[in-house]
């Protein structure tokens, strides 16, 4: 199959980050590239469920401890797969009562081992109207200057990865109407 590459993109809530990944999906497929797609929510949840969690956002609200075993459990998961390329769409972070927990500690980048860091952002007053028109979630209410804030916890967090991993990193503004543009941005970081 050739190269296989782990990607792992992170987005606060409101980037844009899913549509983003699947512009990226369709031009890597239209270029005959294998492609996978791993929501480490989505992953975790499922395991989660195995200790009777139903809700999704209930996830943020376990203690750390749980979160971690659920983190190395997903990360186990999707380093099997082998595609040419593996993105793993996730958080940089999480915010529990304990603070902001990294969503990509040591122990999960050990298990990944990933090729690229990809940071999605988006201008502050671009996220709060995404994330005011969006009911799919239970989402927390928050002010442009928590998402500032997030968006700077996220900076900080996947530079310490990528530090830690000697991964290049590559940040990306997802500003509305510009998907292609930035889908080629990210295709060329990691070689593709």
């Known amino acids: 199959m050739g190269e ?3 990607v792992i993109m992170v987005g606060i809530a ?6 983003l990944v699947a512009k990226i999906v369709e031009l890597l497929n239209s270029r005959k590239k294998s492609v996978s797609v791993h ?3 989505t992953v975790m949840f499922e395991e989660a469920k195995k200790m009777g969690i139903n809700d999704r956002d209930e996830l943020r609200k376990l203690s750390v401890s749980k979160q971690r075993e659920l983190q190395t459990k997903a990360a186990q998961i999707i380093a099997e797969f082998n595609d040419n390329v593996v993105i793993i769409d996730t958080h940089a972070f999480i ?3 304990e603070g902001f927990y990294p969503g990509l500690p040591y122990h999960v980048l050990e298990e990944l081992e990933p090729a690229n860091f990809i940071s999605v952002s988006a201008r502050p007053e671009e996220i709060y109207n995404r994330r005011m028109k969006d009911t799919t979630r239970n989402r ?5 200057d928590s998402i500032k804030k ?3 916890v996220q900076d900080a967090m996947l530079s310490s990865c990528a530090v830690l991993t000697g991964s290049p990193m ?3 503004l997802n ?4 998907i292609e543009e930035a889908a080629e941005e990210v295709i060329n970081a990691i070689g593709f």
């Open 4 to 6: 296989s590459k782990k």
């Open 170 to 172: 590559k940040s990306i």
């Open 150 to 152: 997030e968006l700077a």
């Open 175 to 178: 500003t509305e109407g510009n």
């Open 14 to 19: 409101g980037v844009g980050k899913t549509t």
């Open 140 to 144: 927390d209410i928050v002010s442009i």
């Open 39 to 41: 929501s480490f929510g």
């Open 95 to 97: 915010s529990t009562k």
